[in-house]
């Protein structure tokens, strides 16, 4: 499974950003797509996810600002992210859980830089 990513950016505080993730390779079974990020310093830490279904998970740090969406017929995944905040700055890692009989698949993307300007 490959996964690239698009949609970083600089942007100042308010702004908005909508991050892409196409998913290719072996990917016949998609289970679940998301997003997480990482600042420095700090653990990777849940953004939202999403399963094939339309289920959708967030924290409350970005519920009601950041919108995760998925386009099952292109295997891609979208965030929409508004009203950013300068702690949103982190590198964004799109992932996908792909099923494989018993076997839940989890690949990362290389991760995309998000910058928020005060």
């Known amino acids: 499974v490959q996964l690239v990513e698009s949609g970083a950016g600089l942007v100042q505080a308010g702004g908005s950003l909508r991050l892409s993730c196409a998913a290719s390779?072996?990917?016949?079974?998609?289970?679940?797509m998301g997003w997480y990020r990482q600042a420095p310093g700090k653990q990777r830490e849940l953004v939202a996810t999403?399963?094939?279904?339309?289920?959708?998970k967030y924290p409350d740090s970005v519920k009601g600002r950041f919108t995760i969406s998925i386009d099952n017929a292109k295997n891609t995944v979208y965030l929409q992210m508004n009203n950013l905040k300068p702690e949103d700055t982190a590198v964004y890692y799109c992932?996908?859980?792909?099923?494989?009989?018993?076997?839940?698949?989890?690949?990362w993307g290389k991760g995309t830089q998000v910058t928020v300007s005060s």
């Open positions: 390779g072996s990917i016949a079974r998609i289970d679940t």
């Open positions: 999403i399963s094939v279904g339309g289920s959708t």
């Open positions: 992932n996908v859980e792909v099923r494989k009989g018993t076997i839940l698949e989890v690949t």
